[in-house]
């Protein structure tokens, strides 16, 4: 009961943090996401993947040198090192194509917008 009581008194609280610290009248839709329109969230989104992404890809490249190294000559081991190596790579080439690809049709939408 206790712990129901200062969850009711959080709300608010809650409210706030979920629509990017904007107060919302009562009876009005908020923005939960804080993007004003499709080309700015595209923007967020694109950048969020590269944030995760080029991290993760840089530890998968590490991972195959690592296996490369711990090979020893072993021709399958040494085929898996590649494989990891080359998927890495074009995991990445499609990560940043994708990015690329983004922002040329965002901003080419907000010149044809202007």
Do not use: H
Not at 29 to 45: H, Q, R
Not at 101 to 112: M, S, Y
């Amino acid at each position: 009961m206790i712990i129901a009581f200062l969850l009711l008194l959080n709300l608010p609280l809650l409210a706030t943090a979920a629509t990017g610290g904007k107060i919302c009248q009562t009876g009005q839709l908020c923005n939960p996401i804080g993007s004003e329109d499709l080309t700015t969230f595209v923007d967020k989104i694109t950048a969020t993947a590269l944030k995760i992404g080029i991290p993760i890809a840089g530890l998968f490249i590490i991972w195959a040198g690592f296996k490369f190294v711990t090979a020893r000559g072993d021709e399958t081991a040494i085929k898996d090192a590649k494989k990891i190596f080359w998927y890495t790579i074009i995991g990445t080439a499609v990560l940043l194509a994708a990015s690329l690809i983004a922002t040329v049709l965002g901003d080419t939408v907000r010149q044809l917008g202007s």
